[in-house]
Nanobody, 125 residues
Framework: MFSWQASGGGLVQPGDSLRLSCAAS????????MGWFRQVTGKGREFVGA????????FYADSVKGRFTVSRENTKNTLYLQMNSLKPEDTAVYYC??????????????????WGKGTQVTVSS
């Protein structure tokens, strides 16, 4: 388990870019797989993307493929979400998450072992 410190959210215009970060206070960032979810009012948390703790393999929701990139710096215990070509429908509270499982379980928020505090991303012209 980790104590997360998230940052990077804000108000941007369509087409802009934004990078979200989550830094963990735990002594080690591994062997947890890390990723991102987002949530809008009235809906459940939606999977965005995840990265394998050792292989570096990533996968994404169809809605963000080609626009968002998940990365991590294990030596700094930091997870990133690079968001490009932002759209109004990307507006949501974004959460970092960690799990010891890899694969389809990431499509369900209930399978996560740890959550960071959410950060608001608003995309509006």
């Amino acid at each position: 388990m980790f104590s997360w410190q998230a940052s990077g959210g804000g108000l941007v215009q369509p087409g802009d870019s934004l990078r979200l970060s989550c830094a963990a206070s735990a002594r080690t960032f591994t062997p947890y797989h890390m990723g991102w979810f987002r949530q809008v009012t009235g809906k459940g948390r939606e999977f965005v993307g995840a990265i394998h703790w050792s292989a570096g393999t990533t996968f994404y929701a169809d809605s963000v493929k080609g626009r968002f990139t998940v990365s991590r710096e294990n030596t700094k215990n930091t997870l990133y979400l690079q968001m490009n070509s932002l759209k109004p429908e990307d507006t949501a509270v974004y959460y970092c998450a960690a799990s010891k499982l890899w694969g389809s379980s990431w499509y369900s928020a209930t399978g996560m072992n740890s959550w960071g505090k959410g950060t608001q991303v608003t995309v509006s012209s």
